[in-house]
């Protein structure tokens, strides 16, 4: 089975803190994605990643940047947090040789930034 | 561009009463659609897709979803919901031509099954 684990389940930070989330997956997918998911909104695509090093913006990547140095983990920086980034983030991954692949979850990290 | 809607917020139910979460969307190409299922404080959870062809696709945990392209729906259907379905439903869509292969998601739709 698929594994996408994410580093904290729960963070509190402060307005202008820097915050790293994480995100491991060990079935050597190439796609990980970051997502953020509010109510009434659904879920949100920040960034992406096809390939080490390699990164693309999604639909919201304001106030966010990312890094993935390996395969297997993506991870997503709040420069300076602020309390409208205060959401649940989830982050995926699948394999990206053929576009009808499945993504696979994370169990999400609900930030809340005071 | 791609798009999902859900139109309802919430679906009530009593246990052993047919279910159905409505789906519909819009895409340039063909489509690839997805349904998930998220529990209260978990990740998303697949339930099914549709990639091509039988428009009758079935899934885990009794589920099925119907693909009609005329509508352009995807609705998700289980013949008797049990309690333990009550969750929050996402249906996605990606659409072919779109070269990163992104999903875009709905804004979800709350399940209540009561006994």
């Known amino acids: 089975d698929v594994k996408v684990t994410q580093s904290s389940r729960y963070l509190v930070k402060r307005t202008g803190e820097k915050v790293f989330l994480e995100c491991v997956q060990d079935m050597d997918h190439e796609n990980m994605f970051w997502y953020r998911q509010d109510p009434g909104l659904g879920l949100r695509l920040i960034y992406f990643?096809?390939?080490?090093?390699?990164?693309e913006k999604g639909d919201i990547p304001e106030g966010y940047s990312v890094s993935r140095e390996k395969k297997e983990r993506f991870s997503l920086i709040l420069e300076s947090a602020s309390t409208n980034q205060t959401s649940m983030y989830l982050c995926?991954?699948?394999?990206?040789?053929?576009?009808?692949?499945?993504?696979?979850f994370g169990p999400g990290t609900r930030l809340l930034v005071l | 561009a791609q798009s999902v809607a859900q139109p309802e917020d919430q679906v009530n139910v009593a246990e052993g009463n047919p279910l159905t979460v409505k789906c519909t969307y819009s895409?340039?190409?063909?489509?690839?659609l997805f349904w998930y299922v998220q529990y209260p404080n978990r990740g998303l959870q697949f339930l099914l897709k549709?990639?091509?062809?039988?428009?009758l696709v079935k899934g885990s945990y009794g589920f099925e979803a119907e693909f009609n392209k005329s509508q352009t729906s995807f609705h998700l259907k289980k013949p008797s919901a049990l309690v333990s379905d009550s969750a929050l439903y996402f249906c996605?869509?990606?659409?072919?031509?779109?070269?990163?292969?992104?999903?875009?998601f709905g804004a979800g739709t709350q399940v209540v099954v009561t006994p």
């Open positions: 996605a869509v990606r659409d072919e031509t779109d070269s990163w292969g992104k999903l875009q």
């Open positions: 549709y990639i091509t062809g039988d428009n």
């Open positions: 995926a991954s699948s394999l990206l040789a053929r576009k009808q692949e499945t993504q696979y």
């Open positions: 990643s096809y390939d080490v090093k390699m990164k």
């Open positions: 895409v340039s190409g063909n489509p690839y």
